[in-house]
């Protein structure tokens, strides 16, 4: 029994409640530090820098898995492959090509009206080296950092539409915050008939909501929800969502509206930042510019 | 302190090494339903040596090493520190009675301290996210089932020759 019951000739430092109560109330104020101020991202970075060398060596295997599970496709599926990308070609062409007249035709019509011109923004490609575990955070991890120029608060989106936010940046890769996730806002407007919203995400990877709209207002089945571009963050004409059911109970101010995002987050490995984006002039009354993660209260009108 | 351990060597390097297997177990891609069984390898491991070593490995060693689990899991700065904390102070609480009974029989009285290292670690998440997090509950059960494998398989890492004279 002595190894459980050391001997107390000398007595060695303070009994484990006392430690426990240092270290809780050490990890407690870390705790509120995090949460309230978010000052501990250079800590981070420092950690991160000796932890994301081993997480990418461990996620290789699987990745070397999937690579060669492509490498082996069958010829008559990758003729399939090509033939239907042709197709896509041809028929996306034909569209481009109005696009680009329309395109000359609406920067026309906006000189003539003095209206600004749509902001140009660059794109860099970036790929998911890491998912995080937490099923109610889905935060993916991609593979570039401070050193390819990415900052927080960039937009990250697939070929379909917008995927999320950069909230983290670390020197190597950056962490992405999900539009799905909980209380992550996103201004959209509807295609159809250019009503301006705010669509929220609900925590689930396959919802979004929209939360304070008036029961009466314009809003359809199927409607496509396009980033407006009103907060600066976002580029505008981006689609986000599509709507997929509403509720109108008129005993409840708003009406329920559930949509479902438009960009495949779990489908594919390449996702686009998009960078270079011009700032909007600085609005009348500046507010604080802290990423849209943290808690938020959102005020009721 | 070497009195009370005669037959075992130096038992830093075991521990750091299998601190460091069990960081890496954590951070390989789970997914879906092997993420939520997923036992708390950190944990356990920890557990292992704050009974066994307790001179060693204690409630500060546990609260680093939550922190750097932190880091790797981006959750709070804290979260896991304090969940381990908890748990190396549940050890220092009860390691005797752990260790007093045979392998078997430990398992159960291993589960509890997991299940609090899973209290504590949810009700932040509670408090801060404002959700429970039910889906690593499974996990604590698997993580009590690992430590008979991983308390033989530690015990063997880190007195290769000693006589089975245990010091009990």
Known sequence: MDNAQPVRFFKRGYPPPVRFAFFALLSMFLLVVDVRFRTLDTIRYGLSVLVQPVQRALSLPFSSLHDAREYLYTQSSLIRHSEELQRQLDSDSARLSQL??????????????????RAEFRSQLAEIIYAEKDVFRRRIFLDKGTQADIRAGQVVMDTNGIVGQITRVYPLMSEVTLVTD???????????????????????????????????????QGDLLMTSGI???YPPGLPVARVIRIERDASYPFARILCAPIAEVDQYRHLLILTGQTPLPAAPEPLPDEPALGKRKVKKP | MSAV?????????????????????TWLPWHGWALALRPDFIAVVLLYWTTHTPHKVGISTAWFVGLLADVADASLFGQHALAYSALALGSSIFKRRILMLDLSQ?????????????????????????HFAWSYLP??????????????????????????????
């Open chain 1, 182 to 220: 909980k209380d992550q806002a996103v201004p959209v407007e509807v295609l159809r008939n250019g009503l301006r919203t705010v669509v929220f995400g609900s925590g689930d990877i396959d919802h979004l909501t929209i939360r304070y709209t008036p029961v009466s207002s314009d809003i359809q």
């Open chain 2, 139 to 168: 996990g604590c059960v698997t993580s009590a089932l690992l430590w008979l494998p991983l308390t033989l398989l530690l015990q063997a890492l880190s007195r290769p020759r000693a006589p089975k004279a245990d010091s009990l």
């Open chain 1, 100 to 117: 680009q007249a329309l395109t000359a035709e609406n920067l026309q019509l906006r000189k003539l009206l003095e209206l600004r011109d």
């Open chain 2, 5 to 25: 351990l005669p037959h075992y060597r130096n038992p830093v390097p075991p521990i750091l090494f299998s601190m460091a297997l069990a960081m890496l177990l």
């Open chain 1, 231 to 233: 907060d600066g963050i």
């Open chain 2, 106 to 130: 430990q398992t159960m009285q291993v589960f509890p301290l997991l299940l609090v290292n899973y209290l504590v670690f949810a009700a932040i998440d509670w408090v801060a996210q404002g």
